[in-house]
């Protein structure tokens, strides 16, 4: 089958052309089948990871069932997302559900799957009780909390959606609260400041993102002041709930290449396309959009499963993405979407197949190869981590950069 252009550009970033000579006490391994076996892709492959709270703390009222969406999970994702939202983390203050949480992180740390935590600092789903504070004594809160959560869970969680839509945080008008009233008094920069100072001084080592859901020019002068501010910030994270329709390969690329102007890596931090009706456009706030139900369909489902395999080809191909982190498995989530992988009683749609063959598949590997008489195998695999099998010898290496790569295995 010939790669189409698009297929060569997405392997061009993400792939490498390797020789591994491989070699036992006797020498080189020649003309002998081995296996070749990717082990995780070095892209992040991401997913919320909320509904495993139960499983990973040993109180689940089905675990058969949470199992086997475990299972599902990771025949895609190797990346979790778990939440911080203050107001539900810590509903009465001096009581946060850090156990809980932690033991969660742990059982996706344990399987290998690195954790991001979300988000540290947000106006929506905060405290209700830093209501009652002053502006002082709530900066003081959100400080000691972020330094709490990023040295408490450092060698888990290193990762931080730092500050959540600071665009139009200080203007938020739904409802009062805490947070807009501190942002509305120091300003954006200041507030960005704040948040990152702490995170950054609690885990120095920690990947942190600015993340936002506005994708108008009002971010690129957020990230350009706090750029110039000198305040530094590892990842952006771009959402893009697509409930109002998929956004497109032109659109979606004109995005990235926006924001990939301040050389930072990118994150896709936020992904949803519906395999239902489609959101009404004259919709301003996503939130407004409130209906009895809203159920996945046949024609849906299909044209679902047509636009993540685009979503997903189109952000690979694109050299600042890093990652990828798809809004939940399961339809019935936020506002009831139909925006999962998996219908609501469980079951695999399109969309799960297909994503499933591309991150498994068209971009895994799994193969039986001969060497040639200097112990030699060639192939091109996306960047990652592998494991090499002859018998009962095996070695593992990692494919880290574009290009080509030649390494020399032992498997005595």
Request: charged share 25%; aromatic share 10%; glycine share 8%.
């Amino acid at each position: 089958m010939t790669a189409s252009p698009l297929d060569r550009v997405i392997r061009s970033h993400r792939a490498a052309d390797a020789v591994l000579t491989l070699t036992d006490a006797d020498g080189p391994i020649a003309g002998r089948e081995v296996r070749l076996e990717q082990t995780r892709h070095k892209f992040l492959f991401g997913c919320t990871g909320f509904e495993f709270e139960a499983l990973a703390n040993g109180d689940s009222k089905d675990p058969d069932r949470d199992a086997l969406l475990a299972e599902r999970w990771e025949g895609l994702f190797n990346f979790a997302t778990l939440p911080f939202y203050w107001g539900r983390y810590e509903p009465e203050r001096g009581n946060p559900n850090t156990e809980r949480t932690l033991n969660t992180a742990r059982w996706f740390a344990d399987r290998g799957h690195p954790v991001k935590g979300h988000p540290l600092a947000w106006h929506t789903v905060t405290a209700d009780w830093l209501l009652d504070l002053d502006n002082a004594e709530i900066a003081a809160a959100q400080v000691d909390r972020i330094r709490r959560e990023v040295e408490g869970f450092a060698g888990v969680i290193d990762m931080w959606d730092v500050i959540n839509e600071v665009v139009i945080m200080p203007i938020f008008d739904k409802y009062d609260n805490g947070i807009t009233r501190l942002c509305r008094d120091i300003g954006r920069i200041p507030m960005v400041r704040m948040v990152f100072d702490a995170a950054r001084e609690s885990n120095p080592s920690a990947v942190l993102l600015l993340n936002d859901f506005d994708m108008s020019s009002a971010y690129e002068c957020l990230i350009e002041g706090v750029l110039e501010a000198g305040i530094r910030i590892d990842v952006l994270g771009l959402q893009s709930h697509m409930h109002q329709g998929y956004w497109g390969e032109e659109k979606t690329l004109g995005i990235l290449d926006r924001f990939s102007r301040y050389g930072l890596p990118i994150h896709f931090t936020e992904t949803t396309i519906v395999s239902g009706d489609i959101m009404p456009p004259e919709i301003v706030d996503l939130n407004d959009h409130q209906v009895d139900e809203w159920p996945s369909t046949p024609e849906g489902e299909q044209r679902q499963a047509d636009e993540i395999e685009r979503h997903y080809k189109t952000l690979l191909s694109h050299p600042s993405v890093e990652a990828m982190t798809y809004w939940g498995m399961s339809d019935g989530g936020w506002l009831g979407a139909p925006g999962g992988f998996l219908r609501v009683d469980g079951s695999i749609k399109p969309s799960y197949e297909r994503l499933h063959a591309l991150v498994n598949d068209e971009w895994g590997t799994d193969e039986t190869v001969r060497t040639d008489d200097q112990g030699r195998v060639s192939f091109n695999g996306f960047l990652g981590d592998y494991r090499v099998t002859c018998g009962d010898a095996a070695a593992d290496f990692k494919l880290d950069a574009p290009g080509e790569a030649e390494l020399t295995l032992d498997l005595s």
